[in-house]
């Protein structure tokens, strides 16, 4: 099993700044994944983060405004810019598992844009 | 594309059993179940990548159709701790658990 730790676990911000949230595996990974979950909904997937490359942004998210680093093969952050009350929502980040079976994901960062 | 759920919402007393409903209108290459609790992250269940497998452990079971463009998980006998949103996640192709995730079945089982 992968054991991630993701923090910070909640943050609350103002309109128009910006938040890095931190995504630290306990083994290496290919890949790395970003999601986002609204208020009382499912998840959807932002971006891929490959280390090495760019990431692969989803339909309807871009680099402006979810710019992804992934420095090494255990590490990676999802920047929120320019935040609005409409990027309120929990960001989980996600690795497949050794055996590349299952996902498991960190514990979120729940963010209140204010 | 986004795999279609349902029921959206299951309240159940203790013991009873249930059925959620997973739909793609494309063939999957595979089917992952999670279950997440509130305030707490997704946690992985199972997966399914045969047409007509299915799979499971303890009172929790899925299966996969022929066609695998449907699947659906069973909760038997339900427990208290089965409560918590249920989501199947889903991948046309093998793209490393790329996942693109239902809209989730809440279930409340209740004593």
């Known amino acids: 099993s992968a054991v991630i730790s993701q923090k910070p676990s909640r943050d609350i911000c103002q309109r128009g700044t910006s938040l890095t949230i931190q995504c630290q595996v306990d083994s290496q990974v290919t890949m790395m994944f970003w999601y986002r979950q609204q208020p009382g909904q499912s998840l959807t997937l932002i971006a891929t983060?490959?280390?090495?490359?760019?990431?692969?942004?989803e339909s309807g998210f871009v680099i402006d405004k979810f710019p992804i680093s992934r420095p090494n093969l255990t590490f990676s952050t999802l920047t929120v810019s320019n935040m609005s009350p409409e990027d309120s929502s929990i960001y989980l980040c996600?690795?497949?598992?050794?055996?590349?079976?299952?996902?498991?994901f960190g514990s979120g960062t729940q963010l209140s844009v204010l | 594309q986004q795999p279609v759920q349902s029921p959206q919402a299951v309240i159940l007393r203790e013991g009873e059993d249930a059925v959620i409903n997973c739909s793609s209108s494309?063939?999957?290459?595979?089917v992952h179940w999670y279950r997440q609790k509130h305030g707490e992250a997704p946690v992985f269940l199972m997966i399914l990548l045969k047409g007509g497998e299915q799979k499971g452990h303890d009172k929790i079971s899925a299966s996969f159709n022929e066609k695998k463009q449907q699947s659906s998980l069973y909760l038997t006998a339900s427990q208290l701790s089965y409560s918590g949103t249920y989501f199947c996640g889903t991948e046309i192709r093998n793209a490393g658990n790329m996942l693109t995730f239902g809209g989730g079945t809440r279930l409340m089982v209740k004593p």
């Open positions: 983060a490959n280390q090495g490359s760019e990431a692969t942004y």
């Open positions: 494309k063939a999957l290459y595979s």
């Open positions: 996600s690795v497949p598992g050794t055996d590349n079976e299952k996902l498991f």
